[in-house]
């Protein structure tokens, strides 16, 4: 059987407009610039306007991703949308992106490992290609987080923000060989990151509306302790699947949950200097399943990778859900 690498060969991301302010959230709740950016190294983040939704900034994602990689949206013919967002429970937001896109030879996939959303898509997106399924996966992560912050709890309000990333994974061309993929869960902490209403658990009903319970619930601190653990454990498996060194990566580019997670995960990486670890918490926020694609795109676009330079991705999100993956800049 030929021996196909699966490559990301294009990336895109979306942004809204609008910016939220540490200052704009001081006159929302009680809060501070200063408690805003030490706690969590965040000084803005983006805000959907009431007109756009996740299916539509995937799309605008989608179709940067589709640009970068040379293709056309013919030529796509998987969608795998990875968000905890979607404009409906069903149908899926992977279907309303094909249609937007017009994207007629794919069939549609929506995927839910809440943050670490993109890894899993990109590990699905690799066996699919490498099993010779599909060749030119389009793999988007969108959310439109501001749909469920309660902006009247300043233990999450100040943490999100919204928008969106994507790339085409495919068998041919240059880009990023996918080297390997790591990937865990641990349900038993299902409720420390939580939106406990709008499922059949507890359908929407006026008490749910009036318990501010469509609304994300975290157990901040205790999610800070696992976030570290499981990404630091995950990194680890990762490198050592590839039968690689630590000191063969070029790159590291976390979540963007909080600062101080990132700058934990850092550490692990003592030869590499603190600007190698790539951040854009500062100025989007958490973003969820997008966060990592954006920063993978924007690492792109500022940085001209050399032949054989490795970048580590690493995620973390409810579930809980943790993962890692590694790829290869390859001509
Ligand atoms: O993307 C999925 C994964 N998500 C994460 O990994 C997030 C993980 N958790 C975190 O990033 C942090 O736990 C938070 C940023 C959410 C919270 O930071 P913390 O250092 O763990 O703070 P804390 O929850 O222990 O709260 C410390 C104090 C509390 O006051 P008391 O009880 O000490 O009087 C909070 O009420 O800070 C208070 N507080 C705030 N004060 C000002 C909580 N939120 C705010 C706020 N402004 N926005």
Redesign the pocket.
């Known amino acids: 059987m030929m021996n196909r690498v699966a490559r990301i060969r294009g990336t895109g991301a979306y942004l809204p407009e609008k910016v939220l302010t540490n200052q704009d959230?001081e006159q929302m709740?009680?809060?501070?610039d200063e408690?805003?950016f030490t706690?969590?190294g965040m000084k803005e983040r983006r805000l959907a306007g009431p007109d756009e939704f996740t299916s539509g900034m995937g799309a605008k994602a989608a179709l940067a991703a589709i640009e970068d990689s040379g293709l056309t949206v013919d030529e796509i013919d998987f969608i795998l949308v990875a968000t905890l967002t979607p404009d409906y429970i069903f149908p899926s937001t992977a279907c309303l992106i094909q249609q937007l896109l017009g994207a007629k030879k794919a069939a549609s996939l929506d995927i839910q490992a809440?943050?670490t959303g993109y890894l899993y898509a990109l590990s699905l997106a690799k066996s699919f290609i490498e099993s010779g399924a599909y060749r030119h996966i389009l793999v988007v992560a969108a959310e439109k987080l501001s749909s469920i912050t309660n902006y009247k709890d300043?233990?999450?309000?100040?943490?999100f923000g919204d928008g969106a990333s994507a790339c085409v994974v495919s068998s041919e061309g240059e880009g990023l060989a996918i080297q390997s993929v790591r990937l865990g869960s641990d349900g038993e902490q299902a409720e420390l990151?939580i939106q406990p209403a709008g499922g059949c658990r507890l359908p929407a009903s006026a008490e749910t509306v009036a318990g501010d319970q469509h609304y994300i619930k975290?157990a901040?601190?205790?999610?800070?302790k696992?976030?570290v653990r499981r990404m630091e454990s995950a990194c680890k498996e990762c490198i050592d699947a590839a039968q690689i060194d630590e000191l063969d990566i070029s790159w590291v580019v976390p979540?963007q949950?909080?600062i101080?997670?990132i700058d934990a995960i850092a550490k692990r990486f003592k030869h590499l200097s603190p600007e190698r670890v790539y951040k854009t918490v500062q100025k989007y926020g958490?973003t969820?399943a997008s966060?990592v694609g954006i920063a993978l795109h924007e690492l792109r676009k500022e940085q001209s990778l050399q032949e054989g330079e490795r970048i580590l991705l690493t995620a973390?999100?409810?579930g809980l859900t943790w993962g890692a993956a590694l790829l290869q800049a390859q001509r």
């Open positions: 959230l709740v009680d809060t501070s408690w805003i706690r969590t809440a943050c300043r233990s999450t309000c100040v943490l990151l975290m901040g601190n205790e999610v800070f696992h976030a979540h949950a909080n101080r997670i958490n969820s966060s973390f999100g409810a």
